[in-house]
C-alpha cells in the first residue's frame, strides 16, 4: 500500500510562478524525501529532510514537514519549463520492518507553460 | 560517477512469455532495490537486497516474479509467465548503506505484455 497521499494530483502554472506541493502520511517516519521523475525517464532525489526538522532548503526549493500533522510541502519557487514533471514524496519508516523502507506516494504532475 | 544502469530500456511481450531484466548499480553500493510503476503511481518496492542477500520480498509476487543479486553486484529480475497487469516500468535503484539515505535510480524498464 502507498502511505504518501499527494495534493494536488495536478497543477499547472506560467513560468516565474510558484508551485506547492503537498503530502500527506500515517505512521511514524525516520525522513521524508522528494523526487522529481521527468517523462519517460527515473526518479531523481531532489530532498531529503529528517523527523528532526521543520524546514529546509535547496536551491530553488523548500521543504516544510511537520510530524504533528504527518504532513509535507514542497514549494518550488520561480518555476520554470525545465521544471515540469511529476514530483513524488517518499517517507522512510521509523522502525521495524519499515525502517529505511521508501514508500512512495502518487505523485503531483506539474506543467510549467512557458 | 556512473548511474544505475538498466537494460533493455523497453520490452513488449505476449502474456504466458517470461522476461528478464537487468540492473548493474552504483559502485560501492550495498544495496539494490526493484520498484514496480504502474501507470498514474507512485513506485511500489518489489525486493530490497543488502550486498547478496534479500532484506525484503513482501511485495513480490513470488509465483511468478524472481530476483538474485549475484556476487552481491549486478541484479536480475525475471518474470515468468507474464500477465497483462504486469506491464509497467521496472525501476532499479542503488543505496550506499540501505538504510535511510536517499536512493539513485536507474532509467527503467519499459514493459508491455499484450
Known amino acids: 500500500s502507498q502511505q504518501g497521499e499527494e495534493d494536488p494530483q495536478a497543477l499547472s502554472i506560467q513560468e516565474g510562478e510558484n508551485a506547492t506541493m503537498n503530502c500527506s502520511y500515517k505512521?511514524?517516519?525516520?525522513?521524508l524525501q522528494w523526487y522529481r521523475q521527468n517523462s519517460g525517464r527515473g526518479l531523481v532525489h531532489l530532498i531529503l529532510?529528517?523527523?528532526?526538522?521543520r524546514e529546509k532548503h535547496s536551491g530553488r526549493l523548500r521543504v516544510t514537514l511537520d510530524t504533528s500533522k504527518k504532513s509535507s510541502s514542497l514549494l518550488i519557487t520561480a518555476s520554470r519549463a525545465a521544471d515540469t514533471a511529476s514530483y513524488f514524496c517518499?517517507?522512510?519508516?521509523?522502525?521495524?520492518?519499515?525502517?529505511?523502507?521508501?514508500?512512495f506516494g502518487q505523485g503531483t504532475i506539474l506543467t510549467v507553460h512557458p | 560517477e556512473a548511474g544505475v544502469a538498466q537494460s533493455p530500456r523497453y520490452k513488449i511481450i505476449e502474456k504466458r512469455q517470461s522476461v528478464a531484466f537487468w540492473c548493474n548499480p552504483i559502485?560501492?553500493?550495498?544495496?539494490l532495490y526493484w520498484y514496480q510503476q504502474i501507470l498514474g503511481q507512485g513506485p511500489k518496492l518489489l525486493i530490497q537486497?543488502?550486498?547478496?542477500?534479500?532484506?525484503?520480498d513482501s511485495q513480490l509476487p513470488k509465483d511468478r516474479f524472481s530476483a538474485e543479486r549475484l556476487k552481491g553486484v549486478d541484479s536480475t529480475l525475471k518474470i515468468q509467465p507474464a500477465k497483462l497487469e504486469d506491464s509497467a516500468v521496472y525501476l532499479c535503484?542503488?543505496?550506499?548503506?540501505?538504510?535511510?539515505?536517499?536512493?539513485?535510480f536507474g532509467p527503467g524498464t519499459r514493459l508491455t505484455v499484450t
Open positions: 535503484a542503488s543505496s550506499f548503506t540501505g538504510t535511510t539515505e536517499e536512493q539513485y
Open positions: 505512521t511514524s517516519i525516520n525522513n
Open positions: 529532510i529528517r523527523s528532526n526538522e
Open positions: 517518499a517517507t522512510a519508516g521509523a522502525g521495524g520492518t519499515s525502517y529505511g523502507k521508501l514508500t
Open positions: 559502485s560501492g553500493h550495498a544495496t
Open positions: 537486497f543488502q550486498n547478496n542477500g534479500v532484506v525484503d
